[in-house]
């Protein structure tokens, strides 16, 4: 995909069940790395693609 789109953008949320809270970031065609995630704990992670473009009018 990024050969194809190469500002290819993405919307990263991570949601700890056990605190109840999110962290969210846009990513740029990069490697996300996560060291901050504990053991033993469930998460849900949503991603969304999006090729950013000009305005609409």
Do not use: A
Request: hydrophobic share 30%; glycine share 2%; proline share 7%.
């Amino acid at each position: 995909m990024q050969q194809i789109y190469s500002n290819l953008k993405y919307n990263v949320s991570v949601y700890n069940t056990q605190s109840n809270r999110t962290w969210s970031q846009c990513v740029t065609n990069h490697t996300l790395v996560l060291s901050w995630l504990e053991p033993d704990t469930l998460y849900c992670v949503h991603v969304e693609s999006f090729v950013p473009g000009p305005p609409r009018l």
